[in-house]
């Protein structure tokens, strides 16, 4: 189980061959371009500034990535990662009941927007996703492999829904949550009522998962349009 359901800042894949003697310099770049782009935005992640707080010179830096595009690139892998890592962690947590592997996903995910890392970090990549295909891409399989999760659970709790019904309320779910970054997130105006949030969250989500009927959502539709016309 996930200690304090706390997401590591990255996972990094050690690298074969001769490239593996310097793992340890691999690594400590990643890290200091996560810190530049958590404490100082997009704009500060330049080959220089990332090599400055790296502790070496352009040159040095060019040994492990040959351009800035290869670092990013590495570093959403690491970040990615470590999102995917604790997603299957809590997925497969033996002895525990969907009903509480949901929740436990769901505290994971909003303790997780909660940090100072997850709301300076997203917003930043949402902005680079509008215009770097390779971010859009990376950022939309974040977003589909924690859909893909919340789904599975969502099938344990009520196997009557039918496919599209589950992957729209898992769409929901995560939707909801991820909106609450620039509400609740760190330093954001009720990040201190995160707590209360959260209990809101997991009962409300749980409850639908349960309780929500086959075809529940498209005759609520279907009413609403009669009503309207």
């Known amino acids: 189980m996930l200690a304090n359901f706390i997401v590591p800042d990255l996972k990094i894949t050690p690298r074969a061959g001769g490239y593996a003697r310097g793992q340890d310099g691999f690594e ?15 704009a500060a992640l330049t080959l220089r500034r990332i090599a400055a707080e790296s502790g070496m010179n352009v040159g040095n830096l060019n040994y492990y990535f ?25 997925i497969h947590e033996p002895g525990a ?7 436990n996903l769901v505290t ?4 997780d927007i909660n940090t100072k890392k997850t709301t300076r970090f997203f917003p930043e990549l949402w902005a680079m ?17 924690a859909r893909v999760s919340l789904n599975e659970l969502i099938a344990e709790i009520n196997p009557a829904l039918p496919d599209d019904e589950r992957e729209i309320l898992a769409l929901f779910i995560s939707g909801s949550m991820e909106g609450l970054t620039m509400f609740a997130g760190y330093e954001k105006p009720w990040s201190q009522q995160m707590p209360m949030l959260e209990v809101i969250a997991r009962r409300s989500f749980v409850h639908l998962a349960r309780t929500l009927r086959p075809g529940e959502i498209k005759r609520t539709m279907d009413m609403a349009n009669c009503d309207q016309s």
């Open 108 to 111: 994971l995910i909003l303790e």
């Open 28 to 42: 400590h770049i990643l890290r200091s371009a996560l810190s530049l782009l958590v404490n100082h935005g997009s």
């Open 129 to 145: 996703a509008n215009h770097d295909p390779f971010v859009h891409d990376r950022m939309n399989e974040l977003y589909e492999r």
């Open 66 to 90: 040959r351009s800035k595009d290869e670092l990013i690139r590495e570093l959403l892998n690491a970040v990615i990662s470590s999102y995917e890592e604790s997603f299957d962690e809590i």
């Open 97 to 103: 009941s969907a009903e509480a592997r949901l929740e």
